[in-house]
């Protein structure tokens, strides 16, 4: 220990995580693990703020879990556990949203996107509040550093705001997080739309990469991907933005910069080049495929990975929740 803490969340929204997730957060979670002090939560009660099925969100929660590891995500490098097993989140965050003002939480792009999309009178007021709930899962563990994505910046900043706002308020309790932007690899848009963000939420199955598609599917969905017209293979994200974001994920994948791959390609046209991107993706996604599916075949051994992540992550959330009750003027818990 004694190295910067980091921690961040990934909502279990789907049977399985994508390209996109895979380079933009899961990839870099699992090497963040090797020189952070790492806490990786999924967030089962964000995913709770839109409407959602019980049984299928009780599945995603360990399916998700289950990809992680499988990415690997290590139990002994790094403490993952499911959000509703810690109940000190619900309970800093009911402390934090009496901090936050109306017309602040309001002003989060994020809520606005989502609530204009299923008319404002369908959302609901935990969608409203999920800004405060992550500003809590961050506080509770004294974060450094939060490893997220670009569209993650504004609730980061409410993060801090909040952190600051107690401490100034009621004494100094929360280190202020600093947010660590995963590398721009995040871009990977939509293999049949490609200047679209590839997204669970907007993008139709064949424009989606699976990181548990089979590899035949994998290899089917590359090939198939749109590409732009011409025949070079060349970046150029206005004229060519089908045949970038291949390169792209070509180069976040084999650590090669574009320009040399797009070199190497150069006269020998888009089949070669995606079918050899096909066989990249496939046999980089096979081995987590596989392992995630070990996992999910003993589901108490995965419940017992959880089970006891939670009770690690509790030791610290519950030394944070002790000391903002004395701060806040509540008494201890019974
Ligand atoms: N809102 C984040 C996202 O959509 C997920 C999240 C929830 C999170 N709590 C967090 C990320 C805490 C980092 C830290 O990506």
């Known amino acids: 220990m004694g190295s910067r803490r980091v921690f961040s969340g990934i909502q279990p929204t789907a049977d399985s995580f994508h390209l996109g997730n895979y380079l933009g957060a899961v990839r870099q979670w699992v090497d963040l693990q090797e020189s952070r002090d790492a806490i990786y939560c999924v967030v089962n009660m964000h995913a709770m703020t839109v409407p959602y099925d019980p049984l299928t969100l009780r599945r995603r929660t360990r399916v998700a879990a289950a990809q992680l590891l499988g990415a690997g995500l290590d139990p002994e490098r790094c403490i993952l556990f499911a959000q509703s097993q810690v109940p000190e989140h619900a309970q800093l965050s009911w402390v934090l949203g009496c901090l936050t003002g109306f017309g602040e939480a309001n002003r989060m792009t994020q809520f606005k996107d989502k609530s204009a999309r299923g008319g404002s009178e369908q ?59 995963l590398s721009a690899v995040s871009k990977i848009t939509d293999l049949q739309d ?56 070509y180069s976040a994948l084999s650590g090669s910069p574009v320009e040399e791959i797009a070199a190497s390609y150069a006269t020998s046209g888009y089949g070669t080049f995606k079918k050899d991107l096909g066989e990249l993706v496939a046999d980089t996604f096979a081995p987590i495929r596989e392992r995630t599916a070990k996992y999910l075949a003993d589901p108490d051994a995965l419940d017992a990975v959880l089970m006891d992540g939670a009770r690690r992550a509790r030791q610290i959330s519950r030394e944070t929740m002790a000391v903002v009750r004395a701060r806040c003027g509540l008494p201890p818990v019974a």
Request: glycine fraction near 6%; hydrophobic fraction near 40%; avoid cysteine.
């Open 123 to 181: 959302a609901s007021v935990g969608l409203f509040t999920y800004p405060i709930l992550q500003a809590a899962d961050i506080l509770l563990y004294q974060a450094d550093e939060v490893p997220v994505g670009e569209d993650q910046r504004q609730h980061l900043e409410l993060s801090r705001t909040l952190a600051q706002r107690f401490n100034h308020r009621f004494g100094q309790t929360f280190v202020v997080p600093a947010p660590y932007i």
């Open 194 to 249: 490609p200047t679209a963000k590839m997204s669970k939420s907007s993008s139709p199955p064949q424009g989606i990469v699976d990181l548990l598609d089979e590899p035949d599917v994998i290899r089917r969905k590359i090939a198939r991907a749109v590409t732009d017209a011409g025949t070079e293979v060349r970046a150029d994200e206005d004229a060519k933005p089908g045949v970038t974001n291949l390169l792209r994920i």
